[in-house]
């Protein structure tokens, strides 16, 4: 078949043989699952689950309370056959096991890792993409050989500025591959990891197994998972997750604004940044009763200076208590003891300042994106009895049958499901909040990526997905 001819037998194929991948992890892949039953499912498949902060209680996130985040399914990996190619702009071109990596000396450092569309389900008006919240943030301690030894090795030239990063998850269709390129400087410094340990343990599958790359500091999208292939190159990678996605508008634009892809820089260092993880959102709390106000604070490759807490809204403020706990790119614990008098809502706030005085800002600049939300953390709480009990996070079945109720209805679910759900589940629609713009948008960019859709059908589907 030419490249770039695909028919709708091909994509189904595409989908199938990507099942067949699954299946080649015997019971991997499901275990995958089932060990983060206790993460906010925002897409089954690909896997884009989320931590509740109320379980981030410690400086080290342990690896089934850390959040995941993938863009396509879940590869294969054969780690006896599986090899790291490293070519391009080097002397010496290397094809390295995995024991090869491991017998290489290595670092073990805590870095925060944080998804750049954390906090995006808050932008309004709404923006395409996974809703996260809050929780796609978590810190770990990550073993590996600095990914500078091993261009070393195999002798990087001069002309080198950019470094590709290929995962072995691939797209169905016409997707382009998840390929994403760091600035040479930026890997020089040493500090930039491929990592084949989490926490003390072999990486687990979700999180990249057999090899993942740390990039500390930079928003997550950096840190590829499955990671099966590192070029050396003198300019930076073409491909779209690079070119127009993980971008943010040169200066602020109004909320709404469509922004072309010539008016955005890349997006490099994460942004100061504090959630309260306790109490959770609801809580209720007893009148004089001791509490502790806490969370956690970061950004991205500057230290937390101070974190400050709001007991009433933002009319005063008070210095919490950092923790001993600290690295030079992971977060910080806060602390601040609290002794609630008067019942009544109240709504606790946090908002950190980093070294170089950048604070957390009252409301976050609206990017096309939904990237880099930092606005200050709120919780509310009531001191003398419970609040009403909030929705759910967790979707629906994303398998159940789609109710219709009218013929043409019955028309868009069944395009729906036959076009929409060969990649993924119907969760991650089902939480989109796009107006009638926004789904051309989505749909264009999935009609290129090989969805095959007349124009009567993308109106049919678009009028049912904003009714939705």
């Not at 292939?229 to 971008?247: E, K, L, N, Q, W």
């Not at 994106?369 to 953390?377: E, M, P, W």
């Not at 019955?410 to 991650?428: F, G, N, P, Q, Y």
Request: glycine share 8%; charged share 20%; aromatic share 8%.
């Amino acid at each position: 078949m030419p490249v770039g001819s695909v028919t709708r037998r091909s994509f189904i194929d595409s989908a199938l043989r990507a099942g067949a991948g699954m299946s080649m992890l015997g019971g991997s892949a499901i275990a995958a699952l089932a060990d983060s039953s206790s993460l906010i499912v925002h897409s089954a498949r690909p896997q884009d689950l989320e931590t509740p902060v109320h379980l981030l209680t410690t400086w080290i996130t342990p690896n089934d309370a850390f959040y995941i985040r993938s863009h396509f399914y879940t590869p294969a990996i054969d780690a006896q056959t599986w090899q790291l190619p490293v070519d391009g702009d080097v002397a010496r071109p290397l094809a390295l096991t995995l024991d090869a990596i491991r017998r290489m000396p290595s670092r073990d450092v805590p870095v925060t890792l944080e998804c750049a569309g954390n906090g995006r389900g808050n932008y309004d008006p709404p923006v395409a993409g996974v809703q996260w919240r809050r929780g796609a943030v978590g810190n770990a301690r990550w073993t590996g050989v600095p990914l500078a030894d091993v261009l070393r090795k195999a002798g990087l030239e001069p002309s080198a500025k950019f470094i590709w990063i290929d995962g072995a998850d691939t797209g169905l269709g016409r997707a382009p591959d998840f390929i994403r390129s760091v600035p040479i400087d930026k890997v020089l410094r040493g500090d930039v990891l491929l990592a084949y340990a989490m926490n003390g343990e072999p990486l687990p599958l979700a999180h990249g197994f057999p090899l993942r790359v740390i990039v500390p500091g930079w928003e997550g999208a950096y840190c590829v998972k499955w990671v099966n292939h590192i070029t050396a190159s003198d300019h930076d990678h073409p491909g779209p997750f690079v070119s127009a996605s993980y971008r943010i508008p040169r200066r602020p634009v109004p909320p709404g604004s469509v922004v072309n892809a010539a008016d955005t820089v890349p997006i490099r260092g994460l942004v100061v940044k504090s959630i309260i993880t306790s109490p959770a959102d609801g809580a209720a709390l007893m009148p004089g009763q001791a509490a502790t106000i806490s969370g956690f604070a970061w950004s991205g490759e500057y230290a937390i200076r101070t974190v400050e807490v709001s007991i009433d809204g933002g009319r005063s403020w008070a210095f919490a208590r950092l923790g001993d706990d600290h690295a030079p790119h992971a977060w910080r614990q806060f602390t601040l003891p609290w002794r609630p008098r008067d019942p009544g809502s109240r709504v606790l706030l946090s908002r950190a300042t980093d070294v170089r005085g950048r604070r957390q800002p009252l409301a976050a600049d609206w990017n096309p994106g939904g990237y880099l939300f930092n606005a200050v953390d709120s919780v509310r709480v009531n001191v003398g009895e419970e609040l009403a009990a909030s929705p759910s996070h967790h979707p629906s079945d994303p398998y159940a049958p789609i109710a219709a109720v009218t013929p043409q209805d019955e028309a868009a679910a069944e395009l729906l499901k036959t076009r929409c759900t060969i990649c993924h589940a119907t969760d991650l629609i089902d939480a989109q909040r796009l107006d009638a713009n926004g789904w051309q948008r989505e749909l264009t960019k999935m009609t290129g990526w090989g969805a095959q859709l007349s124009p009567s059908e993308r109106d049919l589907l678009i009028d049912y997905l904003i009714r939705r």
